[in-house]
Nanobody, 125 residues
Framework: QVQLVESGGGLVQPGGSLRLSCAAS????????IGWFRQAPGKQREGVSC??????DYVESVKGRFTISRDNAKSTVYLQMNSLRPEDTAVYFC????????????????????WGQGTQVTVSS
């Protein structure tokens, strides 16, 4: 069955970096898209970034700071997060779908039926 497992979250100071990983199993990563979402306390889950084989996209709030990448051989998708801000604090989830939506603002929870368990990212001094 489809399984997505996130890792790499933690506590980091403002301006710091983290790299999240999403290990995928139960399907062929090279023919599916992976989206990263986040949910801050008291807020709705929001899309952050998406990768299809050969393309990537980001919401404006993370563009230039976050980089999504994939290693199909390892069935893993990464989210490199640099210049982190307190407002990036959230639980981060990866999710699987078919085709990244255009525009990226259409990356909403209804895009997917497959979620990981999430990893907490806290940006604080």
């Amino acid at each position: 069955q489809v399984q997505l497992v996130e890792s790499g979250g933690g506590l980091v100071q403002p301006g710091g970096s983290l790299r999240l990983s999403c290990a995928a199993s139960g399907f062929s990563l090279d023919s599916h898209s992976i989206g990263w979402f986040r949910q801050a306390p008291g807020k709705q889950r929001e899309g952050v970034s998406c990768t299809s084989d050969g393309s990537t996209d980001y919401v404006e709030s993370v563009k230039g700071r976050f980089t999504i990448s994939r290693d199909n051989a390892k069935s893993t998708v990464y989210l490199q997060m640099n210049s982190l801000r307190p407002e990036d604090t959230a639980v981060y989830f990866c999710a699987m779908g078919r085709g990244c939506p255009v525009p990226i603002t259409a990356l909403i929870p209804a895009w997917t039926n497959y979620w990981g368990q999430g990893t907490q990212v806290t940006v604080s001094s």
